[in-house]
């Protein structure tokens, strides 16, 4: 019978010693977990930080004076990550096991350093500016390409609700100006072979804030608000 005799031990030396390593495998791994988690919990905290201060730009407040509270954030965080890393970098060749734990608040850094960067440059941030601002040009503990790409279509969500505000405030230029950029990226991001994965369905969504900005543009140049200059709705969603 499958349960054998009764004074028969229930475990034997060889699978008890397999099974107490596995014991200080998993609370080695908790231990590291933990204090993973609690860097993370700082970085959220400062994002948070970051973030409502570029809400400020929704109200039509002087950019350079949203972006001097955000980018007061921007040392801290990447403080932050060189900490991260250190702590990560102890169980080496484990990177993509823990990565998880920091993956969506990097993709929500990443798009709040995208837009502050458009805010002041009109130009994307590159992958290569996002790993300096952050400190994450190490081969062992860099900015994951998903997690860039991802905060950049999360960057792009927020574009429709800045040009309706500043059309609001009296910004006429704002729209083609963001038009001209999101059709730009969006012609950018479809040169990637997608998979059906997570990635994927931001990417589709970036079409529809594309066709978003392209309705305000079109009713500003529709009541003769536009000024003169590239023209760029003839190049957005007609070719989706």
């Known amino acids: 019978m499958a349960g054998g005799d009764s004074d028969s031990p229930l475990t034997s030396p060889s699978l008890e010693k397999q099974f107490e390593k596995f014991r200080l495998q998993l609370e080695d791994s908790g231990s590291l977990r933990e204090r993973i988690r609690a860097v993370v919990m700082e970085i959220e905290s400062a994002t948070r930080l970051m973030q409502a201060s570029l809400l400020l730009v929704h109200q039509s407040k002087p950019i350079p004076q949203v972006l001097e509270k955000a980018n007061a954030q921007i040392n801290v965080l990447k403080d932050l990550y060189n900490k991260l ?31 502050m960067h458009w805010l002041e440059t009109g130009n994307l941030l590159m992958h290569t500016e996002a790993e300096e601002k952050l400190g994450l040009n190490d081969s062992d503990f860099a900015l994951d390409l998903e997690d860039y790409l991802v905060g950049i279509c999360f960057m792009s969500n927020e574009m429709p609700r800045y040009v309706v505000n500043q059309v609001t405030a009296g910004d006429y230029d704002c729209p083609r100006k963001v038009l001209k950029f999101l059709t730009d990226l969006h012609a950018a991001f479809r040169m990637l072979n997608l998979r059906n994965d997570f990635l994927r369905k931001k990417f589709d969504s970036m079409k529809y804030d594309l066709r978003k900005v392209e309705e305000v543009y079109y009713d500003v140049k529709i009541r003769g608000l536009a000024t003169t200059g590239d023209s760029v709705g003839d190049q957005g969603t007609q070719k989706i």
């Not at 702590?87 to 837009?115: I, K, N």
Request: aromatic share 16%.
């Open 85 to 115: 890393a250190e702590v990560v970098r102890e169980c080496p060749g484990q990177y993509y096991r823990y990565h998880g734990d920091w993956r969506s608040e990097t993709q929500m850094v990443v798009s709040l350093l995208a837009f």
